[in-house]
């Protein structure tokens, strides 16, 4: 029967997970989740919950606080295509889940886990996206939620969200890592707020879906996607684990993380094969890669290491190329979805992708996440189409 325990990558040591502090006492390291007998079965519940068995064999089904999220469509164009120079180019829109990004597969699992211990608040750090999903589940959980955001480094539709659902907003004089900064002395200092950031495994047991999901339909030779605090880094190398252990798969597709020019310190860290991460000052027109300190950034170097991946970063101005070929070709992302595709782009007219690989980018939020960015257009008038 399958149990599970938190569980330290990098000195083995192991947790009740019954625990609320997600940072090992031996060594400081951030703890996953770890199922010992774990077996590749499915349930009857939908999306996320599917794999139940896979992120939280042991959560009673009356715990379970979930929007139906997960089950996002692969989606292929001829546009995105031609553009990318790969023929076999496909695109999973996590921006369909109920809030509109990937962060409500992490915050189902997340704000259970959180009522399955009986907390009454839940808190997080966020440029957008991990807000509006925290303050929805919470609310639909019953639960108070508290966002501290960087209020000069957030979208308003996202701002918007989060209010919207009634969280109580933190305004933080500073960026993402500020807040983040902020997030570990709170917790040092209060046990009675439940943290919903990435530190949180859980939430890295849920965005594992998005992996599974894709893997049940393709093959891919190539997995690429955003990487800000890189907790889809985390997630996605851990998946592969888990479905090449179990036998489900044999080949394992390679992960592709891309950082915005202006946000890249996981591509230095790998590039140089650095002892530890080096903070930048991040800068970039992709809110939600804006993360100049990523706090999973051992974890994703472990996803880079097992799947032979690759590190790259592209320009505000390739992210906003690639973002309007996703826009006009009907599909539509959030300026941060974006760097997914130009990251492939890059990587074909480097050589180092093939025309003949098939390749699933995801896109990590809707279109309507970030609006600032508004494209140029000509406005006719009716004697134009009379």
Not at 165 to 193: L, Q, S, W
Not at 367 to 378: F, N, Q, T
Request: hydrophobic letters at 35%; aromatic letters at 8%.
């Amino acid at each position: 029967m399958t149990y599970s325990v938190l569980k330290c990558f990098a000195c083995g040591s192991e947790y009740n997970i019954n625990r609320n502090k997600y940072t090992c006492d031996k060594c400081g390291n951030i703890l996953d989740v770890f199922h010992y007998d774990m077996e590749y079965t499915t349930t009857k519940l939908k999306g996320v919950w599917k794999y139940k068995n896979l992120i939280h064999p042991s959560i009673s089904n009356e715990k379970i606080i979930t929007k139906g999220e997960g089950n996002t469509n692969l989606y292929n164009s001829s546009r995105i295509s031609k553009y990318s120079g790969i023929n076999n180019i496909y695109l999973k829109h996590e921006g369909e889940n109920p809030t509109g990004s990937f962060k409500d597969r992490g915050m189902t699992v997340a704000v259970s886990e959180g009522m399955r211990l009986n907390f009454k608040k839940t808190l997080c750090a966020s440029t957008g996206n991990t807000s509006a999903a925290a303050a929805s589940y919470s609310a639909f959980a019953g639960i108070e939620s508290y966002v501290m955001i960087p209020g000069k480094n957030i979208s308003a539709n996202k701002l918007f969200q989060a209010i919207a659902y009634g969280a109580n907003i933190v305004d933080i004089d500073g960026d993402f890592d500020t807040a983040m900064a902020d997030i570990k002395k709170t917790i040092e200092k209060r046990n009675d707020f439940y943290l919903l950031n990435s530190l949180n495994p859980w939430r890295i047991e849920g965005q594992k879906t998005i992996i599974y999901e894709i893997m049940e339909k393709l093959k891919p030779d190539f997995i690429s996607f955003p990487a800000g605090n890189l907790g889809n880094t985390s997630a996605f190398g851990k998946a592969l684990m888990d479905l090449k252990s179990l036998g489900v798969i044999n080949e394992v597709p390679r992960l592709i993380a891309i950082q915005a020019e202006g946000a890249a310190p996981f591509y230095e860290y790998i590039k140089e094969k650095l002892e530890n991460i080096i903070p930048v000052k991040a800068e970039t027109i992709a809110t939600a890669i804006k993360i100049g300190n990523p706090v999973n950034f051992k974890k994703a170097k472990r996803s880079i290491e097992f799947t032979n991946g690759i590190v790259e970063k592209v320009s505000d101005d390739q992210i906003l190329e690639a973002k309007r070929e996703i826009d006009r070709s009907g599909i539509g992302c959030e300026p941060a979805s974006a760097a997914a595709v130009a990251g492939v782009k890059k990587l074909r007219e480097s050589g180092i992708l093939d025309r003949g690989d098939t390749v699933v980018s995801i896109l990590t939020g809707n279109i309507l996440k970030d609006v600032s960015i508004i494209p140029e257009y000509k406005s006719l008038k009716i004697s134009d189409i009379l």
